[in-house]
């Protein structure tokens, strides 16, 4: 068996010792008053994590689930204009394509989305427009507010991925006019892996479609939710859910606003490390888009190899690149719980990894 100590992926994330323990429970029945009291305190924090007054709604699946959800319940046929700069901006075109008319705006992966393009798109009736607020396979912060306004101006719908921001970075749903957001358990909100949330603004809701998918179906989630104890349309994974649960808790102890400080000194710190080890950054930024602030992507140096495999002989596992930058690029992850002992440590391994 490997003998890895520390997950410093862009997710799955450590889980706290107190998540672990709330999963490991006898089963609960999910239309009871306990699964409703958890889902109900859930969502609080959740709006807190999304920035919003939006309802949210909590799906058994993993973050695909819920970009699967924002899209396909706005029916099929739209025009929808898809912003790519990486492999989960890609992975929205895809569900996008299967839905509608989707255009994919694409930059390479790693620079900056294409806000021009975005606006004829929109001039030629773009109906909906999906974008990934932190792009993870790249380590971008991609312009969620200056998207909002552009989808706004044109009465378009925006459907972000907040896979890997929210709970970890700013994420302001209602300032942005974001119409659908998303977030994945295993990232940023340091909960175990298997769940999806989204949030569903007024005009999202005055768009959605009567031939919506099944299991994915939002309007059935809020047909449940509204119901007393708050509950969901079918078995959810009761155990993640309690997992998730605690995990918010500890957000809401800890607070929003010192969470996004901590990722963004741990990222910080990472970054510090890239500059003082004269490694270029895998990004290239304009005055709109910014470096992630939960995971770092990092050009692979020439004439040395493997980086990820020596990191992990001292016990510690980060990312390589995903699809054709395998190989180019190395990813650090520091998201959820992640504290300074544990970013002092990967980047003791890194360094170590990196000599020649
Ligand atoms: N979106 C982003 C930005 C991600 O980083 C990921 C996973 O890494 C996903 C979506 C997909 O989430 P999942 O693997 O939970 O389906």
């Not at 706005?74 to 394509?97: C, E, H, T």
């Not at 393009?117 to 200056?146: D, F, Q, R, Y």
């Not at 939002?218 to 047909?223: D, F, P, S």
Request: charged share 25%; with cysteine; aromatic share 6%.
């Amino acid at each position: 068996m490997e003998d890895v100590r520390l997950l410093m992926l862009p997710g799955p994330v450590p889980l706290p010792e107190r998540v672990c323990q709330a999963m490991m429970r006898q089963a609960i029945n999910h239309r009871g008053p306990e699964f409703g009291a958890a889902y109900t305190e859930s969502v609080a924090v959740l709006k807190e994590c999304f920035g919003t007054e939006n309802e949210v709604f909590i799906l058994s699946g993993s973050g695909t689930a819920g970009m699967d959800a924002a899209i396909s319940n706005f029916g099929k046929g739209k025009k929808i204009a898809s912003l790519v700069n990486g492999k989960f901006g890609d992975r929205l075109y895809q569900i996008a394509a299967r839905n509608g008319d989707a255009t994919e705006i694409a930059s390479e992966w790693g620079t900056p989305v294409d806000l021009a393009a975005l606006e004829e798109a929109l001039e030629n009736g773009a109906e909906m427009v999906t974008m990934v607020h932190n792009e993870t396979s790249a380590g971008i912060l991609n312009p969620a507010k200056e998207v909002g306004r552009l989808a706004r101006k044109h009465d378009a719908l925006f459907v972000m991925d907040g896979v890997t921001s929210v709970g970890g970075d700013e994420v302001l749903v209602d300032e942005w006019g974001v119409d659908v957001a998303i977030v994945g358990s295993q990232k940023c909100l340091a909960a175990p892996a298997g769940l999806a949330a989204v949030t569903v603004s007024d005009r999202a809701w005055d768009r959605i479609v009567e031939d919506r998918p099944f299991y994915l179906d939002l309007a059935a989630c809020r047909k449940s939710a509204h119901k007393e104890p708050m509950q969901t349309p079918y078995t959810p994974a009761v155990p993640l859910f309690l997992g998730l649960h605690e995990a918010l808790m500890m957000i809401k102890e800890e607070g929003m606003e010192a969470r996004v400080a901590r990722h963004r000194r741990m990222s910080a710190s990472v970054r510090a490390a890239v500059a003082a080890w004269g490694l270029e950054m895998f990004p290239q930024l304009d005055e709109h888009s910014a470096y992630s602030n939960t995971v770092t992507a990092v050009r692979m140096p020439e004439g040395v190899a493997d980086v990820g495999g020596r990191v992990k002989q001292m016990g510690i596992e980060i990312a390589g690149g995903q699809d054709h930058l395998k190989g180019k690029i190395f990813r650090i992850g520091s998201m959820g719980a992640v504290s300074a002992p544990e970013i002092l440590a990967t980047l003791a391994a890194v360094q170590h990894a990196l000599r020649k």
